[in-house]
């Protein structure tokens, strides 16, 4: 598997989690995570993330069935591995689910996330990431279960390594947490890994040595991962695996000083990756769930990392009734989840309460009192009490309940634990302490007296030591996941309700509006009403949630597709300043206006500056002018003519039309219509009335009598259409600037780039401004805008060192493969993503918009490796958006010369047209251009030589 192979499609990856054993059974039968597969560990001692991840291996292989080796099986395809089956004892609620599947809010200021949504659901992007970032020689994948890392900014390729461990950055106070890497004073080399040392050792280290906090996200080779089957004995089965620390055993065993020595691992190489600009977060206790999601909450992630938006109450609800009045100063540090707390409930603080069944109930709670209902057959729940700190681990005599010992929880409500048939010398999780209650049945001043003791306290002692208790480890056994489930949905459903009839002011817009569509249930429900929306925006993305609905329904969802893409054309075109004006005719007879533009390569960013996304999000590209084979490829005439009608012509295609009425001109959106391009165009520069300012023309005779002459429009692209090189874009761009220059209408090469923008959707094809800028400005630059119905574009001239220096030019080769895609149909099905704000889509756009950054700080330091990695990162990047990028054709051209390129990727949308390649050397470019001339894929196929344009756009009168 080459590495554009591995990155193109981590989509594409084998994908496991570890859960409790029942948890895991469900979830493979539930369809709630498509494309995971789960396990739990086998029945007794626990295995630890080392024996954890060998039997969910061996269980996965079992489970693929065949006959394949270990080295095929791993060989096949990556693997990305989330650690969450063991029990989670800080955690009360979601122990039965493992910490993995814990539900979670959506985050404010975010883009495309769901109601519905799990911490896996937030890991697995930034693991996608990181696969796609990783050396081929990684198989597998390895995260905890129970962190988060996020990151801005572009990896680059991780090292070559049988275990690259990914670091961040903390101080000593949060660090001792972690196991830490530290690093050799010289070179930058793992020195050993310590686990969790004492923050007085961290500094005394830290004076010699960079150390960073080892993430829990490690990449193993198969020759790693070989050794760990070994090591725990599961290399031909799962039944007999063996308990292993992964993170201490493997850990400490790597580095150049090694702490310790297991002859298993001691050959191994290592490797730290540091991840940029990152925000680590650990959700191993219920107090660290609150606060890690209110860090979520309060902070978005930038080019330097995260930065606070502004503060935030630490109150968290999702999927839940909760109508209390709180106050921020008191009601802090609060967890409210699938769970009915109506208004006659007195809150304090720290509390978490998950599961509580509809209800009226007049129940006060104590500061720090928690509630968890687990559903645990049919119309039965638990009544389960704990405090955010507690920890039901090891033996009673040791663990918590309501932040107090076990012993001092019984004695408080007057109870001895032999008669309740509790040994403190078991393990706390047999303990048998939450009473089992018919939900019909519950008892308000029962469950307060769970949480705090009052009066009548020997009345509910008896009723505790009567009625059936269960432990820990039997809710596990009797929870009642598909029940839990349906009230979940249920209540996303209702809340999506809520979130609609409010969404001019709600996050409703920014939601995952195709996972929506699946949840809302009654579709009748959710949609229609008047469209009261003041934002143009929000008007498209309602179009398109209701054409979604139809589609779930399976009803058509074509017209209101219709009216999204409508809606969006006309915010651009309504968003041109000065749309209307007044052609009028500034050439003598005889004077012939001549544009002329080169093409351009996009490098890096690529979609990103394509209507939706970068009106809500910004764009962020960059890419060079280029003429080929010395020439500027496209041309445009545009003359006074005699005649009184406007005359087109394309000279690379032989064919004319002669356009006399407005009706012609109109048809510019119209399929089967020739020349759609130039009409748009002839439409904007004021030939229609809706674009001319002025009125009395009945028909374009009386216009072009008025304005003194007819029009001859000759145009010139010596390129075919769908070569991926911005063709159609820079070719309208040139035709609105000539005719700019002939009808005196002063438009600089701002206003040309949004007329282009604008054109493009009055064609309904769509289209970004990344390609009229790319030739409409001369070099190579990095163009950024802001978030915004004005794209203004800022533009940074980029050295071209690296495109124009004899031995780094002759290494690079632009190739037309005779293989053209057209982008309308690509850029409809994509754009449709961005108006659902799908969320696998969002997230790979940003990538796309890091990696413009990354080519760009490449081009500026002249580094080459850096240009070929950003080069790499987007064909990956195109492929995972698109999957038809690099269909079979495409694959059989690159083939006989994958292995002599440092980098490739077509240009444009991709699927054909030319293909940009970066030799290894001159010797390897010189062997390239041999085989694909000796044999080329059709009879079109050739090498074209281009050079970096120092002009742009250039406009001349004769």
């Not at 890497?181 to 005394?204: N, T, W, Y």
């Not at 748009?680 to 009125?695: I, T, Y």
């Amino acid at each position: 598997m080459t590495s554009r192979d591995r990155s193109a499609e981590p989509a594409a990856a084998r994908r496991l989690v570890s859960l409790p054993a029942r948890a895991a059974q469900w979830l493979n039968t539930s369809c709630a995570a498509p494309g995971w597969f789960a396990a739990g560990d086998p029945p007794g001692t626990p295995l630890g993330s080392g024996g954890g991840l060998a039997s969910l291996l061996a269980t996965a292989r079992a489970h693929e069935g065949g006959a394949a080796t270990w080295e095929e099986w791993l060989a096949a395809k990556a693997s990305v591995v989330v650690l969450g089956g063991a029990p989670s004892h800080a955690l009360p609620p979601y122990d039965p689910w493992g910490v993995p599947l814990t539900p979670m809010p959506v985050l404010r200021g975010s883009f495309g996330q769901r109601l519905d949504q799990t911490l896996l659901d937030l890991q697995t992007p930034w693991l996608d990431r990181i696969l796609a970032a990783a050396h081929p020689v990684s198989s597998v994948l390895v995260s905890s279960g129970d962190t988060l890392l996020r990151f801005s900014g572009v990896l680059g390729r991780l090292p070559e390594a049988d275990v690259v461990i990914v670091g961040v950055r903390l101080e000593p106070e949060l660090a001792r947490s972690f196991g830490l890497l530290f690093m050799e004073p010289q070179g930058g080399r793992l020195a050993f890994v310590e686990q969790k040392p004492e923050p007085r050792r961290i500094r005394r280290l830290a004076s010699e040595r960079k150390y960073l906090a080892d993430t829990g996200v490690w990449l193993l080779s198969a020759r790693a991962v070989t050794r760990l089957l070994r090591r725990t004995g599961c290399l031909d089965g799962f039944n007999s695996a063996e308990p292993l620390d992964l993170y201490r055993v493997l850990g400490e065993s790597l580095g150049s000083q090694p702490l310790r020595r297991d002859d298993h691992f001691s050959d191994l190489t290592c490797a730290v990756a540091e991840a940029p600009n990152a925000e680590f977060l650990h959700l191993n206790s219920a107090r660290n769930l609150i606060q890690a999601v209110s860090v979520l909450q309060t902070s978005r992630l930038g080019r330097r990392g995260a930065a606070v938006l502004r503060s935030h109450p630490d109150q968290i609800a999702q999927n839940a009734r909760f109508d209390p009045s709180t106050r921020l100063e008191r009601s802090h540090t609060l967890w409210i989840e699938n769970a009915d707390v109506p208004a006659s409930w007195q809150l304090q603080h720290e509390h978490m309460i998950t599961g509580a069944p509809a209800n009226e109930w007049r129940l006060a709670l104590t500061a720090g009192a928690c509630l968890d209902f687990p559903a645990v057959g049919d119309g039965l729940v638990c009544l389960r009490p704990f405090g955010l700190d507690d920890r039901l681990d090891g033996l009673a005599s040791e663990s918590t309940m309501m932040g107090r010992s076990i012993a001092q929880w019984l004695a408080d409500r007057g109870l001895d634990a032999a008669v309740a048939g509790i040994d403190l010398a078991m393990s706390a999780r047999q303990a048998p302490l939450f009473p089992v209650s018919a939900v019909s049945e519950i008892d308000p001043d029962f469950v307060a007296w769970l949480t705090s003791p009052g009066s009548d306290a020997a009345h509910w002692a008896g009723r505790w030591l009567a009625g059936p208790r269960l432990s820990a480890e039997e809710i596990g056994e009797r929870y009642g996941f598909a029940a839990v489930a349906g009230e979940r949905r249920s209540r996303s459903a209702d809340a999506l309700a809520a979130i609609y009839g409010h969404r001019g002011t709600s996050v409703f817009y920014r939601l995952d509006l195709e996972a929506a569509a699946r949840l809302s249930g009654d579709a009748a429900t959710r949609t229609g009403g008047p469209l009261d929306i003041a934002e143009p925006m929000d008007i498209v993305h309602e179009h398109m949630w209701r054409a979604e609905v139809a589609r779930v329904a399976g009803g058509d969802p074509e017209p209101e597709e219709r009216l999204a893409f409508g809606c969006l054309r006309e915010a651009v075109l309504n968003g041109l300043p000065d749309a209307r004006v007044t052609p009028v005719c500034s050439v003598l007879r005889d004077q012939i206006v001549w544009a002329r533009a080169p093409l351009r390569l996009d490098l890096a960013g690529g979609w990103t500056d394509t209507p939706p996304y970068c009106l809500q999000h910004g764009g962020r590209v960059v890419n060079v002018a280029v003429d080929l084979n010395g020439q500027p490829p496209i041309q445009v005439f545009v003359k006074p003519s005699q005649r009184h009608g406007i005359l087109i012509r394309s000279i690379d295609a032989g064919t004319e039309e002669l356009l006399t009425t407005y009706d012609q001109i109109a048809a510019y959106d119209q399929p089967g219509c020739e020349f759609t391009l130039a009409r748009a165009a002839l439409a904007l520069a004021g030939f229609l009335p809706r674009f001319s300012a002025q009125d009395g023309h009945g028909s374009l005779a009386d216009q072009l009598g008025a304005f003194g002459c007819g029009l001859e429009v000759s145009l010139l692209a010596a390129v075919p259409q769908g070569s991926g090189l911005g063709t159609s874009s820079i070719l309208s761009a040139a035709l609105l600037a000539a005719l700019s220059r002939l009808c005196g209408l002063g438009w600089d090469d701002r206003a040309v780039v949004s007329r282009v923008m604008a054109l493009e959707q009055m064609l309904t094809t769509g289209g970004g401004w990344q390609d009229q800028i790319g030739g409409a400005l001369r070099g190579v630059k990095l163009v950024e805008t802001a978030p915004g119905m004005d794209q203004n574009a800022v533009v940074a001239w980029l050295p071209d060192y690296l495109l124009t220096d004899a031995p780094s030019r002759r290494r690079i080769m632009l190739y037309y493969t005779g293989l053209t895609r057209m982008a309308k149909n690509i850029l409809k099905e994509i754009v449709r993503g961005m108006f659902l704000n799908h969320g696998p889509r969002l997230a790979i756009l940003s990538d796309i918009g890091a990696n413009a950054l990354a080519t760009a700080d490449a081009m500026q330091r002249n580094d080459w490796a850096g240009l070929c990695e950003g080069l790499r990162c987007t064909w990956s990047l195109k492929q995972r958006l698109d999957g038809g990028t690099n269909p079979p054709s495409v694959q059989a051209v690159l083939e006989p010369v994958d292995d002599l390129l440092d980098a490739c990727a077509l240009m444009g949308a991709g699927g054909g047209g030319y293909l940009l390649m970066l030799a290894k050397d001159d010797e390897a470019a010189a062997r390239v251009r041999h085989v694909l001339t000796e044999s080329p894929p059709n009879d079109r196929a050739r090498f074209v030589e281009p050079t970096v344009s120092g002009t742009g756009l250039e406009v001349t009168t004769s």
